[in-house]
C-alpha cells in the first residue's frame, strides 16, 4: 500500500481501516499546491478507503465480470477503470457516491487499472484479465449493413462465427428499437444465426437502431462475446410485389398505389416456383447462374444452363430463386411457365424494377402448390406472430 505521509493520528486511522476493510490498492488525501490538506475536505473526514472487486493483483479476471468499486471509508467524487490504451469503461456512481458499477464486461488479455477518487483520498488497484483464443470467442456479424436504406419486410439478422449456446444470455444484451416503436421478437434459426422482425411490416420511415451489448458475454461451453456490435438503418417506402404464377402477372405496389403489372414467367413442372412471403436479400446488376446451383450437372440435360450475364437480378431465396431479366422468354411472359424457377420478365420492365425495388422488399407470390420454407431467405413472415415468439429463448 502506498500512503502519503499524514499527521500520525491520520496514518494511523488510515491502517486500520485498511486492515478492517480489506481495501485495495493505495489512499492518499489530496493536497493543495502549497502541500496542504484540500479546503474541500473536513479536518475530521475519514481518509477514503474501499473495497474493489475484482481484486488488487487478481490474473486471469473471467471477461464476464462486472467491476464494482465500493467505499468502505468516504465517498468517490470520481472512479474510472482504464484499458492500457487509456479508454475506459462506462460505469455508474450511487446516488449516495459509494459505489460504482461498470456498465460493460472485460476484454481478454488486459490490464485494467481501478482509481477510485474522493475529497479525502484516492484508492488505486489492478487486474488482469484471461487470454481467450479465437475459438473461445464469437463475433457478431449484423445484416443490414449499418446505414442501409431497407424495404418493410426485412428483418434484422445477425451472424455468429463461433456457436452461441447460451441463447437466453445473448437475447439479453440484444436490443432493436424502432422510431416509431413497433412490437418485434427474436428468433434463433440455430446456434449461429438469431434474426429479429416486427409483428406486422414495418412502417415505411421507421428508424432501426440494433445495440448487441455482447463483449464479454458468456455464450455458454466456454466460449465469450468478442466485442460489441450496432447498427442503424432506415425503412423506404412500402413496396410489394405481387406475383400470380396462374395469370403470369406482377402487381407492382408501392405505399398502396399499384404502378404496373409486368408480364411474367415462372417456373415450369418440375421447378414449381414457391408460393408465399419472400423478401428481397440480393441485388445484382449482372449476375452468372448456374443450373448446378439447384442440382443440374449433366450438361447434356435439356434443363441445363450457364448464364455468364443475367441481368438486373434480384434473388429471394437461398435455394436460388431470383427476379430477373429473362429476354428468352418474352414469348412466354404473360402466358405459360416455362423457367427453372425463377421470375422471369423483359429486360425494360426488370431495369425499371431493379431501380425502384430495394433489399427487403416483399414479394408475395401465389398460385402455384409448392409452399415457400420460411428459413430459405428471409421468408421469416411466413410464420404467424405467435409461431415466430416462439423462437425466442426468453
Known amino acids: 500500500m502506498r500512503v502519503r505521509p499524514f499527521p500520525v493520528v491520520v496514518a494511523t486511522l488510515v491502517v486500520a481501516l485498511s486492515t478492517l476493510s480489506g481495501c485495495a490498492g493505495g489512499s492518499e488525501s489530496p493536497k493543495s499546491a502549497s502541500g496542504s490538506e484540500s479546503a474541500g475536505a473536513s479536518p475530521s473526514a475519514k481518509p477514503l478507503a474501499a473495497e474493489v472487486s475484482p481484486a488488487d493483483g487478481a490474473k486471469a479476471v473471467p471477461v464476464d465480470t462486472a467491476v464494482t468499486v465500493t467505499a468502505t471509508s468516504g465517498e468517490f467524487t470520481t472512479v474510472k477503470v482504464a484499458k492500457p490504451d487509456g479508454h475506459t469503461v462506462p460505469g455508474s456512481l450511487s446516488e449516495d457516491k459509494k459505489k460504482w458499477t461498470a456498465n460493460e464486461l472485460l476484454d481478454p488479455a488486459l ?81 449461429t444465426e438469431v434474426r429479429y422482425r416486427p409483428q406486422k411490416y414495418w412502417k415505411p420511415g421507421t428508424t432501426i437502431k440494433v445495440d448487441l451489448d455482447i463483449n464479454g458475454a458468456s455464450a455458454g461451453g466456454g466460449v465469450y462475446g468478442q466485442h460489441s456490435r450496432s447498427a442503424t438503418y432506415k425503412v423506404g417506402d412500402a413496396h410489394i410485389f405481387r406475383v400470380n404464377a396462374r395469370t403470369h402477372r406482377m402487381k407492382v405496389i408501392s405505399n398502396g398505389k399499384v404502378l404496373r403489372m409486368i408480364p411474367v414467367t415462372t417456373g415450369k413442372p418440375g421447378f414449381t416456383t414457391r408460393s408465399g412471403i419472400k423478401v428481397i436479400s440480393e441485388k445484382h446488376r449482372v449476375k452468372e447462374m448456374r443450373s448446378e446451383t439447384i442440382g443440374i450437372s449433366d450438361q447434356g440435360s435439356s434443363d441445363y444452363y450457364s448464364l455468364d450475364d443475367v441481368e438486373y437480378a434480384m434473388r429471394v431465396t437461398n435455394s436460388g430463386e431470383f427476379i430477373h431479366a429473362a429476354p428468352w422468354s418474352t414469348g412466354s411472359q404473360g402466358y405459360a411457365n416455362v423457367s427453372h424457377g425463377c421470375t422471369g420478365i423483359s429486360t425494360a420492365n426488370a431495369a425499371w424494377l431493379y431501380g425502384l425495388a430495394r433489399v427487403g422488399d416483399i414479394v408475395e407470390t401465389v398460385g402455384t402448390d409448392r409452399k415457400m420454407e420460411w428459413d430459405n431467405g428471409f421468408g421469416d413472415w411466413n410464420l404467424s406472430w405467435e409461431e415466430y415468439q416462439k423462437g425466442s429463448a426468453l
Open 111 to 191: 490490464r485494467y487499472t481501478v482509481t477510485a477518487i474522493g475529497e479525502t483520498g484516492k484508492v488505486t488497484s489492478s487486474f488482469t484479465t484471461r487470454a481467450l483464443s479465437l475459438k473461445e470467442q464469437t463475433f457478431a456479424t449484423i445484416v443490414p449493413a449499418d446505414g442501409t436504406e431497407v424495404g418493410i419486410g426485412m428483418p434484422v439478422a445477425v451472424h455468429f462465427d463461433v456457436p452461441v449456446k447460451d441463447h437466453a444470455s445473448f437475447e439479453k444484451r440484444m436490443h432493436v428499437t424502432s422510431k416509431p416503436a413497433q412490437t418485434g421478437s427474436w428468433n434463433w434459426l440455430s446456434d
